[in-house]
């Protein structure tokens, strides 16, 4: 099981940046897979995570409205649309992968950094 998250950068406040989420094999068709988000001297919170079947789709109310979950089944890859950046959205963002009652694999991080 891999997961690798992408397409962190510096972008200004109230940019956009998408992040990727590939997987390997089919892990998106049996697993739920959330994004996660640390800030340096924070604990880790939850941002957002779908479904297997991509039809119930959660995020936390700091990101409602601003990001959007999407995935390229071809791809085997999960994105993260993140629009109306704010500075307060700056962190190491992680996907992984659900299973049972807690997330069992992680992807490296790649960082967002909102100037303002």
């Known amino acids: 099981v891999q997961l690798q998250a992408s397409g962190g950068g510096l972008v200004q406040a109230g940019g956009s940046l998408r992040l990727s989420c590939a997987v390997s094999?089919?892990?998106?068709?049996?697993?739920?897979i959330g994004w996660f988000r640390q800030a340096p001297g924070k604990e880790r919170e939850g941002v957002s995570c779908?479904?297997?079947?991509?039809?119930?789709?959660y995020y936390a109310d700091f990101v409602k409205g601003r990001f959007t979950l999407s995935r390229d089944n071809a791809k085997n890859t999960l994105y993260l649309q993140m629009n109306s950046l704010k500075p307060e959205d700056t962190a190491v963002y992680y996907c992984a992968k659900f299973q049972g009652d807690s997330y069992d694999y992680w992807g490296q991080g790649t960082q967002v950094t909102v100037s303002s």
């Open positions: 094999g089919s892990i998106l068709d049996y697993y739920a």
């Open positions: 779908v479904s297997s079947d991509a039809r119930r789709k």
